[in-house]
């Protein structure tokens, strides 16, 4: 069941659109926020507070990429795989988190600590290599600068 | 030179308040608004100035408005719409404007909203772009509280509202269309067109999307005239640019420009030429979805009017540099891998050629490649052209592949010769090292 907390997120919401599912995504994404994942019972929750079938949520859902329909992580690596990260190597930081982590693209670490997923350009080219970790932008990032990097992210 | 767009964003990457915005000017725009100038003439006075669509397109603001019905039989609500799904490879232009001078954008809506008679905006704004959020909200809510926006414009009958729109990925979001989708809470794949946004759009109702640097334009427009628009740019399109470098020059960057300066000098003065040791091969004028250009091409003035379309198109101005320590067959794999990825796949010609295509290149790379290969790379170029797809992405997808193979034809086929990519791991190490 939606807790009154969420309840009340998803009503500041709605009133953005004159149409309630227009808050899909807004509702998807709040709710994410606080319990980490989008799984079968939040998307009936979510489709009966905005009068919408599930089918429509999960169509939308499924959709995006920063949607997540299984378990993540603690913590999710966006590792950018687009063309000015690929030239200045996004290949050797993907590999360095997976040898350090344990993780390939689209897994989790066996510790739970860390998700790492590829991303589409992050908009920081002129520091490629780019990588984001939770809502936190790093650039110029090399192998050797990770391990620092990640520390943070328990 | 002037800099109207960026001159006083900081350095230092912290944001702009409302307070130090309106002590450069900002928001004085409204003031004309206040003293008479009627929708239409602000249409007007934006198409003098000949400003043009910053997404990519490069479509006249001005003329796009025109198509929007106006006056008391108009359907109501209209929308306005910014579009800051900036998701494009190697853009990263929106991202500086948005963090840097958030109240810009806030004024530039109020503005277009107010010249097409639109009483509700939505900052569209991809959701990786957590900086640009927090800042546009805490803008949104001061212009709130400032009354510039949901209070009723002294002197006319004009009520604004403004929303913030956080999405969740997707680069084809950033189509119009299904961005219309995608803010209706839709799964977001394009629209037919016609009808047009500017008729049929969200919700069935009126709607202009425009991208944000092009609305960070218009209070200055308003304030300056057509005339000095005009005279910041080199060429015969109004106004400044902001261009952008990145790949393996020695300086990555951006830089507001006039409109029309040219790549060498973006290159050169300001990136400070490549990188040590690489050498220059060829660039992406604007993203990943315009054609290669190469150093025949460097003296051309970028700007929306002057490249002939046998060459190709600006886009979005933020270029990608491929140098010599970089396989040219790689570098567009690396595209067409992207657009394999984010094709929305509603029509087949894309959803089913794009994954070929980086099929095919893989081939290449991989040694296993034959000349059958290459031709039929080149038939993707055809199939996948302008008007065989539901929307741009798969045409888009296609101008660097094609120039690639006319400009770097030797190197394709010097992997079929050999058997596999000439470029060594060594080489490419060399090259992320510099
Ligand atoms: C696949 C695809 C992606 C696009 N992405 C963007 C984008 O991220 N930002 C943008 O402003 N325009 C984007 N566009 C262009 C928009 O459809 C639209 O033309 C533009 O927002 C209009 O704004 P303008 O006239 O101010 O340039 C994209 C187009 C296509 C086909
Ligand atoms: S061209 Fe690609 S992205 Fe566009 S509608 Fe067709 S499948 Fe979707
Ligand atoms: S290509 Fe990686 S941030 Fe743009």
């Known amino acids: ?154 | 030179m002037e800099r109207p767009l960026t001159q006083h964003i900081h350095p230092d990457g912290t944001t702009r308040t409302l307070r130090e915005y309106v002590k450069t000017g900002g928001y004085s725009s409204l003031q004309r608004l206040s003293s008479g100038l009627a929708p239409k003439d602000l249409q007007r006075l934006v198409s003098d100035a000949g400003l043009r669509g910053r997404g990519g397109g490069g479509f006249l603001t001005g003329t796009k408005w025109s198509f929007v019905p106006m006056g008391a039989n108009a359907q109501k609500p209209k929308y306005i719409v910014a579009n800051g799904d900036e998701m494009e490879p190697g853009t990263f232009k929106d991202r500086v404007l948005m963090e840097g001078d958030p109240h810009g954008l806030v004024e530039g809506m109020i503005l277009a909203g107010y010249a097409i008679d639109a009483e509700v905006g939505y900052i569209f704004l991809r959701g990786e772009y957590h900086l640009s959020a927090q800042r546009l909200t805490e803008a949104i809510a001061e212009a709130y509280a400032a009354g510039y926006l949901g209070k009723t414009l002294p002197g006319t009958d004009f009520r604004f509202d403004l929303h913030l729109h956080a999405s969740a990925g997707r680069y084809i979001c950033g189509e119009e269309t299904a961005l219309i989708n995608a803010l209706e809470g839709k799964r977001a794949v394009p629209r037919a067109k016609p009808p047009f946004p500017q008729t049929v759009g969200l919700w069935g109702k009126p709607t202009v999307v425009q991208n944000v640097e092009t609305l960070y334009n218009i209070p200055h427009i308003v304030n300056q005239g057509a005339d000095w628009y005009h005279r910041l740019s080199r060429t015969q399109d109004g106004g400044t640019k902001i261009y952008g470098i990145s790949g393996c020059v020695a300086n990555p960057g951006w830089w507001e420009l006039p409109l029309g300066t040219t790549a060498r000098e973006v290159l050169e003065q300001y990136a400070g030429g490549m990188a040590d040791g690489v050498r220059f091969r060829g660039l992406l004028p604007g993203g990943i979805s315009t054609a290669f250009m190469t150093e025949e091409h460097l003296d051309l003035p970028l700007d929306f009017s002057s490249i002939p379309p046998e060459v190709g198109r600006l886009g979005t101005a933020t270029m990608i540099v491929l140098d010599d320590h970089t396989c040219p067959v790689g570098f567009v794999l690396n595209l067409e891998k992207f657009f394999a990825r984010e094709s929305c796949g509603w029509c087949t010609p894309c959803r089913e050629g794009l994954p070929w295509v980086a099929k095919l290149l893989m081939s290449f790379e991989e040694g296993r490649a034959t000349s059958e290969d290459l031709s039929l790379l080149k038939m993707h170029t055809k199939w996948l052209a302008p008007g065989h797809t539901f929307c741009g992405l798969a045409p888009g997808a296609m101008a660097p592949l094609q120039s690639a193979l006319k400009y770097f034809h030797d190197d394709f086929e010097r992997h079929i010769s050999t058997r596999g990519c000439p470029w060594s791991k060594k080489l490419s190490q060399q090259r992320i090292l510099v």
Request: charged share 30%; net charge negative; hydrophobic share 35%.
């Open chain 1, 1 to 154: 069941m939606l807790s009154d907390t969420e309840r009340r997120e998803l009503e500041d919401a709605v009133k953005h659109y004159p149409d309630k599912r227009g808050a899909t995504i807004d509702a998807l994404l709040t709710i994410q926020r606080r319990r980490g994942w989008i799984s079968d019972d939040t998307l009936l929750e979510i489709a009966q507070f905005l009068e919408i079938t599930v089918e429509d949520v999960d169509s939308v859902a499924t959709f995006y990429n920063l949607i997540f329909r299984k378990p993540v992580g603690r913590h999710v690596a966006f590792v950018c795989d687009s063309i000015s990260c690929w030239i200045k190597g996004c290949e050797q930081v993907q590999e360095q988190i997976k040898t350090l982590y344990n993780a390939d693209l689209g897994q989790t670490s066996p510790d739970g600590r860390l998700t790492v997923l590829p991303i589409a350009c992050l908009g920081h080219c002129e520091r490629a290599p780019a990588l984001m970790i939770d809502q936190d932008v790093y650039g110029n990032v090399t192998p050797e600068k990770i391990e620092q990097i990640v520390e943070k992210y328990k």
